[in-house]
């Protein structure tokens, strides 16, 4: 590698094939040579008078999180919901720091209602979720409801710098959407800088008016995430910083190494060190369960899997999925996938698991604990505990397993052809040490960086534009005039893997592959849909969305030290359209309040 991008210490670099190497060298030049003076931190700091800005030596004044029960984690369910007609489903947010110990190490956190996960959110589609979000934080804040449409009410993706400018420390605004064709698992997250993974996530279920998915009794979320002990602004700026995350004790360390976390939850329950409490959920014998799973975590993909048990994947990111029998599944960052879990072995107690993927890591971290535990108990005393010999067999194994998913075998349930694209255009990811000595992301050779006080969707500046703009240097805009088919091609020249998301709208993966993408033979045969697809390193992926949802849609990677490092880019949709649907006033007040406070 060049001197320009230390080589990592992951394996798959060598799988660089020779062209890889020539395009990402030319990548890279390009890169370096644009500007990237006006980059600047990845939030808005703005100082609250109550309040200090370093949260590490406020901890003791924190009020501690408020203790929450697993079976908060029980749905009211489908079909408990599905005779209660359209309505208002009012909500009331308080974001604010709290002390929290989610696996027995205490930290700053910052969560919705003084919880972690946040309160779950549970709908009927064609409902109506009108959230006041109340920002009792330091810092501003955006509140994204990950996946939906917003069809109409683009101003309330809750995207910093992008859909608002960010509700300022002290304020409230309150979100009022639609739940309009969208229907499935999802979650809700903080979307300014590397704010939710401190703790602002919260489940979001949507029940669908006519779900294509197999018949169950009972529904149950689980939110699985990495952990890391420290603040997620120290570490970004260590991350961002020329000797990178280099600490007491790391060895090996070099720029660009991603923070490596040091455990995980489930459901806001994890275990490090000697901690032995585990989220435990009584069930019934005999029944069948919908798990809707979601990683809400902000590095490393998580295996969930339940010892001894087969689950059937049965949705993937909101679509109905054709039943597909697993050991175990892979989940990336920001995904969801719902399986059925039978309670239909001996009864007893049994661990589930949420095992943090260490394939991203490049340094070791001290005392990571990536084997995340829970419980699920059904005929047996809330006392008993899953047997040492379960728990040392191979998880959710046993004869006939049919080993875990593939998710290049999901088929969605409800046939669907890809229309022919009308459009295409093609994307490169890359990351670097730039001229400044930060290290930055790339999509192709602009790294985003929120504008304070702005956001995009307001400024009429891709009003008469058409297809690929940089504005102020940092911000990537591809505007499409009018409704369009759009392909978009990704290059990954990046030995990292990026769990990309778009905003407003889902993509059908249409293929990918090893290399760069040179014409290959794409899949229209009703491919799988969804809103967030891991694109591998040194990989192309052809995407393809239709484009008729008008509004400033996101593109970006979800790991929170990528998105904070600029590997972000927009899609400006029907413009003229767009600034016809006019947010409330208070949403503009706010981008005054803002303007021009910059750290
Ligand atoms: C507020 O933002 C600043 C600048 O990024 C950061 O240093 C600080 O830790 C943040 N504080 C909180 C409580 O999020
Ligand atoms: C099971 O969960 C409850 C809270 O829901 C908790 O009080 C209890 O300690 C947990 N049991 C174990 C074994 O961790
Ligand atoms: C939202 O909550 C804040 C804080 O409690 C309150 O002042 C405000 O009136 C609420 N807004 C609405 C529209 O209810
Ligand atoms: C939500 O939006 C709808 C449609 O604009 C409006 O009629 C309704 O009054 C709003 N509700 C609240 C609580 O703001
Ligand atoms: C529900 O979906 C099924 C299967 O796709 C279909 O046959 C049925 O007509 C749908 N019903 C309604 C009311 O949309
Ligand atoms: C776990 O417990 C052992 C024995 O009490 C102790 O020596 C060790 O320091 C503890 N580990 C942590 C990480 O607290
Ligand atoms: C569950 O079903 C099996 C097979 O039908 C039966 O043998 C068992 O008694 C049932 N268990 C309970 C707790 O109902
Ligand atoms: C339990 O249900 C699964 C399907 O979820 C099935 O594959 C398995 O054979 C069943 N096991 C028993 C013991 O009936
Ligand atoms: C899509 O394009 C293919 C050939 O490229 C053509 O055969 C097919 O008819 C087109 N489909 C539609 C719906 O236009
Ligand atoms: C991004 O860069 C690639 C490779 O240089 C180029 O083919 C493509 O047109 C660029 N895309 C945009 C949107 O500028
Ligand atoms: C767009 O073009 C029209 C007509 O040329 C012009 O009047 C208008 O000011 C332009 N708007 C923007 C935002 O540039
Ligand atoms: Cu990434």
């Avoid at 996938?337 to 039978?342: E, N, P, R, T």
């Avoid at 899953?386 to 998710?407: I, N, R």
Wanted: charged share 15%; hydrophobic share 40%.
């Amino acid at each position: 590698m060049t001197a320009a991008a230390p080589a990592r210490q992951r394996s798959k670099i060598l799988c660089l094939t020779v062209g890889v190497i020539v395009v990402l060298a030319v990548s890279l030049g390009v890169g370096l040579g644009v500007g990237l003076k006006h980059h600047h931190a990845a939030s808005t700091e703005v100082k609250a008078s109550n309040s200090s800005n370093s949260p590490s030596n406020t901890t003791s004044n924190l009020q501690a999180l408020t203790p929450q029960d697993s079976s908060s984690f029980f749905l009211r369910g489908a079909a408990a919901m599905a005779d209660e007609p359209a309505q208002d489903r009012v909500y009331t947010f308080v974001l604010e720091e709290r002390l929290g110990a989610p696996d027995g190490v205490e930290k700053t956190m910052l969560v919705v209602n003084g919880l972690y996960p946040g309160p779950t959110i549970e709908v009927n589609e064609g409902d109506r979720v009108i959230v006041n979000v109340t920002n009792l934080m330091p810092n501003a804040t955006a509140i994204h409801w990950h996946g939906l449409y917003q069809r109409g009410t683009p101003y309330f993706d809750g995207t910093n710098a992008i859909t608002q400018c960010g509700i300022p420390p002290g304020e409230s605004l309150v979100y009022n959407f639609t739940l309009d064709g969208w229907s499935g698992t999802t979650w809700y997250h903080a979307h300014y800088s590397t704010q939710y993974t401190d703790g602002v996530t919260g489940a979001f279920i949507v029940h669908g008016k006519n779900e294509t998915v197999p018949s169950y009794d009972a529904e149950i979320v689980v939110q699985l995430s990495d952990l890391y002990h420290g603040f997620s602004t120290d570490l970004l700026r260590q991350y961002l910083s020329t000797q990178g995350m280099t600490g007491e004790g790391l060895t090996g360390v070099t720029q660009g190494n991603e923070p490596v976390p040091d455990a995980g939850t489930i459901n806001g329950v994890g275990q490090w060190g000697n901690s032995t409490a585990y989220s435990n959920y009584t069930l019934e014998a005999n029944k069948t369960y919908r798990l809707r799973l979601a990683n809400t975590g902000s590095f490393a993909a998580s295996r969930f899997s339940v010892d001894g048990h087969i689950l059937t994947v049965i949705e993937a990111d909101g679509v109905p999925i054709t039943p597909y029998e697993v050991s175990g599944l892979v989940i990336d960052v920001a995904q969801r996938y719902s399986v059925l879990l039978k309670t239909n072995r001996t009864t007893g107690a049994y661990w589930m698991r949420g095992s943090v993927q260490e394939d991203s890591f490049t340094y070791d971290e001290p005392g990571f604990n990536g084997n995340q535990l829970a419980i699920i108990r059904y005929g047996v005393d809330d006392s008993a505990m899953p047997s040492a010999e379960l728990a040392a067999s191979d998880p959710g194994a046993g004869d006939g397993a049919p080993g875990d998913l593939d998710v290049s075998l999901l088929v969605p349930s409800d046939f669907v052809e890809a229309p022919n694209s009308t459009i295409s255009y093609t994307l490169t990811i890359s990351m670097q040490n730039t001229a400044t000595n930060n290290w930055l992301s790339f999509v192709n050779s602009t790294s985003w960086s929120p504008l304070a006080g702005q956001a995009t969707l307001f400024d009429s500046l891709t009003l008469n534009s058409t297809g690929a703009n940089v504005y102020d240097d940092s911000q990537l805009i591809i505007t499409i005039p009018q409704k369009e088919v759009v392909d978009i091609v990704i290059n990954n020249y990046d030995d990292g893997d990026h769990p990309f998301h778009l905003h407003g709208m889902k993509v059908f993966v249409m293929g990918n592959g090893a290399g760069r993408y040179q014409g290959q033979a794409l899949n229209s045969n009703n491919p799988l849909r969804r809103d967030t697809v891991l694109l591998p390193a040194y990989t192309w992926t052809v995407l393809r969305f239709v484009a008729d949802n008008p509004g400033m849609w996101a593109f970006h990677c979800h790991l929170s030290w990528h998105m904070a490092a600029g590997l972000l880019m927009q899609w400006s949709v029907m413009p003229a359209e767009a600034a016809l649907l006019t947010p409330p006033q208070q949403m503009l007040d706010q981008c005054s309040m803002l303007k021009g406070i910059s750290d």
